[in-house]
């Protein structure tokens, strides 16, 4: 009778500690966000959409076409080519295909001349995995509109 | 004979146990494991060093990708001979205590779950969530950062982000109190778990069990402490030791485990040198020929990579003593004897992680 009251004195106090957290919890600062209709203001160094941001100063991209962000990445997700010769020389296709892309950040860190950047987006979900294949136009349309340093930009609207 | 999982909500991943009963009584327990199988030491085999680093951040245990390519570096930076800069040594320390933090909450809070307590759950994940915070600012990544390079890390801290650490590590120290006050207290807990799943200091060894399930059945052994890296040997901190074995000294070597990280944290801080960040190496690092084994405490346990290269910029072979995979097989002699109900009890407690199983 005496270890049945002991055990029910330790639940009484177990409970009413636990509770005490809760309640705690309950009064205090609320710790989540209504998500679709609150948006959330990543860090600047997030690992978000990838982009080919246009140089404001000759109007073209930075891309000096060497390939380098093609042969290290691990998933094989970016397609380039180009055409011209000499100065000549153009982007005519810059593929990469996000839904492979494993946003390991690799291709930021080869390129000399940070022709490609991350952006701090994170809606990119989508019904078709074709949207997915993002293409020069659309690089160049996720871009934040001013230079910056490498993978440290401000939060934008959606591109 | 009862089959659990591979579906099962507690199984923390795909793992089927293959459970023999006599009524309910456990006679043995067969773990079935493979379904999570990514084989990442052949895929390391076809990438570079470089790519690598992104492949065991997902490849191998998905909750401590840091603590992965810990000890994957560890092993590149043996057979390159590569000296990794002061200021990286302790930045990676910083990370990895971070990252054990996280881990040991994530399992924490799926532990409640399972015996449970739900609130216990939200707690936790509400100060994990401010650890991804952290790591999100200072690595760009949330789950897998790739932020340790060959010979270095990749990017300096942003400013004010060692403030945020100090003042995140003062809030923590009071908030495992609060899981104290959770479930420590709590009768109904501490049934579930105290005296459930004794694992013997010698049947522990003979297993090969490590990390934190060795230590709760009094094996006095902690990597960071036996072979220091990074900057543990310049940091005091104290391995809890239990000599129970049961489910309750494994949650009382993490929850102090926990605070001891806490403690890590704020003197690598204090001491963090200025300086370079990164040691001067190609960025797609080739290495000569030779071959290394680095040893490191991943929050599971002893986290092992042997690297062999044969020159070049790609390994040769690749083999990682993976944690959860000798501690799940300690598992069998932890639940023979005890009741059905225990079983889920005994392997939340071991905190396995299956991709880290099966790799």
Request: with cysteine; hydrophobic share 40%.
């Amino acid at each position: 009778m005496e270890a049945l009251a002991t055990r029910a004195w330790q639940a009484v106090v177990g409970l009413y500690a636990g509770l005490r957290v809760t309640f705690r919890a309950l009064v205090g600062r609320k710790n989540t966000v209504m998500y679709p209709l609150e948006k959330v203001n990543v860090a600047p160094r997030w690992h978000g959409l990838l982009a080919l941001p246009v140089d404001p100063e000759t109007g073209s991209d930075k891309c000096i076409i060497c390939f380098q962000c093609e042969r290290v990445c691990p998933d094989r997700c970016i397609h380039i080519e180009a055409g011209g010769k000499g100065k000549d020389r153009l982007l005519t296709r810059f593929d990469i295909e996000m839904d492979k892309c494993c946003y390991c950040g690799l291709c930021v860190e080869v390129c000399p001349t940070e022709a490609i950047v991350f952006v701090p987006h994170y809606e990119t979900s989508t019904y078709n995995r074709a949207n997915l294949v993002y293409d020069l136009a659309d690089l160049r349309r996720a871009a934040p509109k001013e230079p910056i340093a490498r993978g440290v930009i401000a939060m934008r609207g959606r591109p | 004979m009862l089959n659990m999982g591979p579906q099962h909500p507690s199984t923390h991943g795909v793992l089927r146990l293959v459970v023999t009963l006599d009524g309910e009584n456990i006679v043995d327990v067969v773990p079935d494991i493979g379904y999570l199988h990514s084989s990442v030491e052949k895929m390391m085999e076809y990438r570079t060093y470089l790519q690598n680093v992104a492949l065991t951040d997902r490849g191998m245990d998905y909750l401590t990708a840091l603590a992965n390519e810990e000890g994957y570096l560890l092993a590149v930076e043996r057979v390159g001979r590569i000296e990794v800069p002061p200021r990286a040594r302790y930045l990676r320390t910083i990370m990895l205590e971070l990252q054990r933090l996280s881990s040991h909450l994530v399992w924490l809070g799926t532990w409640g779950i399972d015996l449970g307590a739900t609130t216990v759950f939200l707690y936790c994940f509400r100060e994990r969530e401010r650890i991804l915070d952290l790591f999100e600012q200072a690595t760009g990544g949330r789950l897998h950062h790739v932020y340790f390079r060959p010979g270095g890390v990749y990017e300096d801290l942003p400013d004010g982000w060692t403030d945020r650490v100090l003042a995140f590590c003062d809030e923590f120290v009071a908030r495992v109190d609060e899981y104290h006050e959770l479930l420590t207290g709590n009768p109904i807990f501490l049934a579930r778990v105290q005296g459930v799943g004794v694992l013997p200091r010698d049947r522990a060894i003979a297993m090969g069990a490590c990390g934190p399930v060795a230590r709760a059945s009094g094996v006095d052994f902690d990597v960071r402490r036996a072979f220091p890296y990074e900057a543990y040997g310049e940091l005091a901190f104290d391995v809890p030791v239990f000599q129970e074995g049961d489910c309750f000294a494994r949650y009382r070597v993490r929850m102090e485990e926990m605070r001891q990280s806490v403690r890590i944290i704020q003197q690598a801080i204090a001491k963090l040198p200025a300086g370079e960040i990164r040691a001067k190496v190609q960025v797609n690092v080739k290495l000569p020929r030779g071959e290394a084994y680095a040893r490191t405490e991943s929050p599971r346990g002893d986290l092992g990579v042997y690297l062999v290269s044969e020159g070049g910029d790609m390994p040769y072979r690749v083999k990682i003593r993976a944690p959860s995979f000798s501690n799940l097989y300690a598992l069998t002699e932890m639940m023979r004897g005890w009741k059905v109900a225990d079983v889920i009890a005994i392997l939340g407690s071991v905190d396995i992680v299956l991709s880290d199983v099966d790799r």
